[in-house]
């Protein structure tokens, strides 16, 4: 299990390792706000339907051969990022980001499940979405450290060491048995019954729980790509522009601070009931929204430091119990799928920030769009605080039937002991 969480770990750092430089690159190739839109956003596009063709494809395919190739192409789109000499070659290392960590973040889940026991599930599901957290923060914290105190070649220097990261995760990957059953020996039928039948590509959410996981799993991890991707994609420039800082490491922290330290706050021992603690994290994770908002028009930047934190907290929770109730909701066959679902309603939330932000651009500042977007996130907070009110007894009906079974005896055979006492 460690061995893959680390591939995980290196593969996030890479996802968001690019954040700090969007300045950089907008400097240099003369680009507009728009085509730095543009940039984020095509991440985000290629993602989404690479992890749900992927995600429904996967297993047929081989999850550490899938896995293989994801590594691959994110070591590509480094070393094109590295060598890049025009703006076309920029855009396409994001595309090939997207491809790479659509192709790689549900894959991952179901190989690290395959990797664990049945006893370990609940537990390997936590440590991947704490890892993807720190991974995702570490990324331009990194980035944001090299650029800033280095001083050398600072569109360059950066992708050497993301180079060397995400060839220890493919080293790792390596060094890990694949347990795929259309991989074993005797299986060969079966591989090329799986290789020739297609598979439909499906969201796969089981009926019984669709209502529930739509609203208090799916909705929960939306709004938080949301709220972080706003963070992600426009912290850099509103860190200059209105906080009015020229520390490069200061966005890269900023994210540190969000994304290691919600994963970080995942592990506090505080609020432990599943559902309130879901309820806690997506309030704080708005109250947070609107301090960073806020900051904006004061000026302050330990208003914007402490605003991120409260975020962060916000956001550890919220991933952490969505992430738990998308693998416990469905039954064990169900659980891949749901978890790719899961992962796709995230990532979707990556492009509302991109596209709102820049369809508000044309009728107010930054500043106030970011007001809009967090007032219509805030009116799916209030939604899913309402139906926490019917999830609650779902849930609670559900463990005490779960809790019954488990306690009622095993029948013993009317034979022996048993069967003198049946008589």
Same mark, same amino acid.
């Given at each position: 299990m460690k061995r893959?969480?680390?591939v995980i770990l290196m593969m996030s750092i890479g996802a968001t390792f690019t954040s700090p430089l969007f300045p950089l690159y907008q400097e240099r190739y003369q680009l507009t706000s728009l085509q730095i839109t543009i940039l984020f956003a095509v991440y985000a596009l290629f993602l989404l339907p690479s992890l749900l063709i992927v995600g429904s494809r996967g297993s047929g395919w081989g999850l550490k051969r899938v896995l293989r190739a994801s590594i691959w192409i994110s070591i590509l789109a480094t070393l094109l990022f590295m060598t890049s000499q025009q703006a076309w070659m920029v855009y396409a290392a994001r595309i090939l980001e997207g491809v790479a960590y659509g192709t790689f973040t549900g894959t991952a889940v179901a190989f690290l499940l395959k990797q664990s026991s049945k006893e370990q599930a609940k537990k390997a599901i936590t440590l991947s979405g704490i890892t993807v957290s720190v991974g995702f923060g570490l990324g331009p914290a990194m980035t944001g450290l090299v650029i800033q105190y280095l001083h050398f070649m600072p569109l360059r220097v950066p992708f050497w060491l993301l180079t060397l990261l995400l060839a220890s995760a493919w080293i790792g990957l390596e060094t890990l048995k694949d347990q795929d059953f259309m991989t074993k020996k005797g299986h060969a039928k079966a591989a090329k019954t799986a290789k020739t039948v297609p598979v439909p590509i499906s969201l796969g959410v089981p009926d019984p729980i669709r209502s529930h996981f739509w609203s208090f799993s799916a909705l929960p991890i939306f709004t938080l790509f949301t709220l972080n991707g706003i963070i992600l994609s426009l912290i850099p420039s509103f860190v200059k522009s209105v906080i009015h800082t020229s520390n490069l490491s200061v966005s890269g922290l900023l994210i540190l601070l969000l994304l290691g330290g919600g994963a970080l706050m995942q592990l506090a021992p505080i609020v432990k009931q599943p559902v309130n603690r879901l309820r806690f994290g997506i309030l704080l994770l708005s109250v947070g929204a609107w301090l960073v908002v806020f900051s904006g028009s004061t000026g302050s930047i330990s208003l914007l430091w402490f605003g991120v934190l409260i975020q962060a907290i916000g956001s550890g929770w919220t991933f952490q119990i969505s992430l738990q109730l998308a693998g416990e909701l469905p039954?064990?066959? +169900?659980?891949?799928?749901?978890?790719?679902?899961?992962?796709? +309603?995230?990532?979707?939330?990556?492009i509302v920030p991109i596209v709102g932000t820049g369809a508000l651009s044309y009728f107010f500042d930054l500043h106030v769009s970011l007001i809009v977007l967090n007032i219509l996130a805030s009116l799916l907070v209030l939604y899913m605080l309402a139906y926490s009110v019917r999830f609650a007894r779902y849930y609670h009906n559900r463990k005490a039937? +779960? +809790?019954?079974?488990?306690?009622l005896p095993v029948p013993k055979s009317p034979s022996g002991k048993a069967a003198a006492e049946q008589s």
């Open positions: 893959m969480l680390w039954d064990l066959d +169900a659980r891949p799928k749901v978890i790719t679902t899961f992962y796709l +309603a995230g990532y979707s939330g990556f039937v +779960a +809790a019954e079974g488990q306690s």
